[in-house]
């Protein structure tokens, strides 16, 4: 089986733009996840998704968004982006939800100058 | 905010010998646990994961271990390999069904 992919693998934005990142789960997966992972806070959870429904979030602000389409792939909404957005985010998939074990992409490392 | 973090930053281990990652966590009503491996460049590798209704947890190569009553999840390795050489997280999931990952275990495996 493939893993889970993520694309673009790596972008460069300007602050005030906005970003879209995909993430294509693991076929089969009904769950998908993404994170923010930075040197200074680690990896912190930024929603779930399953079903095509948001079922968590975590303490991240309204510029951040989310969806999941019928065929579970997912896609992240940045707006506004400000320099300290820049990490790499993580995206992860599972069969079950609230976040079990859960595979994980090799991320799309994103620079905001 | 995290809950969860390791009690080393970093751990050097002989290639042959055991390793031993721990892990302190604070949520009593945490229910799950896994442990994950990133190397440079990656994301993170599931490792293996247990329930709280769980002390003990064996996988190929590596154990899990938690004990509740003092709040501690470790990651047994045998017979540590150079292709262990990895940042080593371990997660938790409390009630509120979210992910707190610790701050990560750098594990560098000597020749």
């Known amino acids: 089986k493939a893993g889970v992919t993520q694309t673009p693998r790596y972008l460069i934005k300007t602050r005030g733009q906005q970003v879209t990142l995909s993430c294509s789960p693991i076929?089969?997966?009904?769950?998908v996840s993404w994170y923010q992972q930075t040197p200074g806070q680690g990896l912190q959870f930024l929603f779930e998704?399953?079903?095509?429904?948001?079922?968590n979030k975590g303490n991240f602000p309204g510029r951040f968004s989310g969806r999941q389409f019928s065929n579970s792939r997912s896609e992240m909404n940045v707006s506004t982006l400000e320099l300290g957005d820049s990490a790499l985010y993580l995206c992860?998939?599972?069969?079950?939800?609230?976040?079990?074990?859960?595979?994980f992409g090799p991320g799309t490392r994103l620079l905001v100058l | 905010g995290e809950s969860v973090g390791l009690h080393l930053p970093t751990l050097s281990v002989q290639e042959g010998d055991n390793s031993i990652i721990n892990c302190a966590y604070s949520?009593?009503?945490?229910?799950?646990f896994i442990w994950y491996k990133q190397e440079s460049g990656k994301g993170p590798q599931f490792i293996i994961d247990?329930?709280?209704?769980?002390d003990k947890r064996q996988g190929q190569r590596v154990t899990v271990l938690l004990n509740k009553t003092v709040k501690h999840l470790s990651l047994q390795i045998a017979a540590t390999q150079p292709g262990d050489s990895a940042v080593y997280f371990c997660?938790?999931?409390?009630?509120?069904?979210?992910?707190?990952f610790g701050a990560g275990t750098t594990v560098t495996v000597r020749a």
């Open positions: 997660a938790e999931r409390a009630d509120d069904y979210k992910l707190s």
């Open positions: 076929s089969g997966h009904r769950s």
């Open positions: 247990i329930r709280s209704n769980m």
């Open positions: 992860a998939s599972s069969l079950y939800e609230n976040q079990e074990t859960q595979y």
């Open positions: 949520n009593s009503a945490s229910d799950y």
């Open positions: 998704y399953f079903s095509e429904t948001q079922r």
